[in-house]
């Protein structure tokens, strides 16, 4: 073994730790086991809060890390692309026409997708041949159009849209093992298919022409990439409301402290996501108790200071 891999080993075995150790830590404190509703507060409220939390965490990260490495941006995440305002935009919509709660998912979904198809629509027109350059930037205007759409439709029913103001900030609260299995599905079929295209995805790392000249399509393979990502990411954001920074600073903070394989940073977005995903989670829950925070305040706090540090700490190396 290299001292390059056992290093790498050792880095995977000090988050996978961390990450059950967090996980065990949300699932088994302040329990009184004299309590005959103690089994219950496990399996069926506590439980199904953790794995949403861990999942959510995971597909988000990971899809940050897609969304960063296909644009080469990074700041690329659901919401500099507007799919977090358009997926807002979807649950206030169906809140707004009066219909059943769980149309809500499904209608924030078809709203995310819709607004990356028009995002695309708005790139391909500024920058033929090759939209992904300018999905930013169509993401920005799309996500400022949104807003407006949603400010419009609030006042429009002020009171049956009272509730949209919990779906803004995404949290774990009323986690169902329904959600879970949804969210679990989706994971896992997007994660394999992305480790499947691992091979191609490196080649995009290379200039456009090169990888062209080495038989990749590449406008395929990065519209292929992105539409994977962002049904991960409006599925869970469907799911769980609207979650931001994690997509955007845990793929750059393993970008910037881990080397390695493509392989094995996507395992380490997917561990850290998931671990720090439900320690914002539990710091939510027991900082101001009993006042609950939404996970996505706690990671708000979080992750600027982090991502200010990762950026002065890349400056000083690019003077050095």
């Not at 496990?42 to 890390?65: E, K, Y």
């Not at 409006?234 to 979650?243: F, S």
Request: aromatic share 10%.
């Amino acid at each position: 073994m290299s001292k390059h891999s056992g290093k790498g080993f050792i880095t995977l075995s000090i988050w996978s730790l961390f990450l059950i150790a967090v996980v065990c830590y949300a699932l088994w404190h302040h329990l009184d086991w004299q309590d005959p509703l103690t089994s219950t507060l496990i399996w069926q409220v506590r439980l199904p809060r953790i794995l949403l939390a861990l999942f959510a965490g995971m597909g988000l990260t990971v899809a940050g890390q897609m969304y960063q490495l296909i644009l080469n941006n990074p700041l690329a995440d659901s919401f500099t692309l507007g799919l977090a305002n358009g997926a807002t935009v979807g649950a206030a919509l169906a809140i707004f026409l009066g219909l059943p709660f769980f149309w809500i998912a499904p209608f924030s979904i078809l709203l995310g997708l819709l607004t990356l198809i028009g995002v695309m629509g708005v790139a391909q027109l500024l920058t033929s041949g090759y939209p992904t350059k300018s999905l930013i930037l169509s993401g920005i205007m799309i996500g400022a159009l949104l807003n407006a759409v949603l400010y419009l439709l609030v006042q429009l029913n002020p009171m049956r849209l009272q509730n949209v103001l919990g779906y803004l900030f995404g949290g774990f609260s009323s986690a169902e093992y329904r959600e879970v299995l949804y969210i679990f599905v989706v994971l896992i079929v997007v994660v394999v298919s992305l480790f499947l295209l691992v091979p191609h995805i490196q080649l995009l790392q290379l200039n456009i022409l090169s990888s062209a000249a080495l038989g990749l399509h590449v406008q395929r393979l990065s519209l292929s990439v992105l539409g994977l990502a962002t049904v991960l990411a409006t599925v869970i954001v469907g799911y769980v409301g609207v979650i931001g920074f994690i997509g955007m600073v845990i793929p750059q903070f393993v970008h910037r402290s881990v080397s390695g394989s493509l392989y094995y940073k996507m395992t380490m977005n997917l561990i850290i996501g998931g671990a720090v995903m439900v320690l914002a989670d539990i710091l939510g829950t027991q900082l101001f108790a009993p006042i609950q925070l939404p996970a996505s305040i706690i990671l708000a706090l979080l992750g600027i200071p982090l991502m200010f540090y990762l950026m002065i700490v890349e400056g000083r190396r690019g003077i050095h």
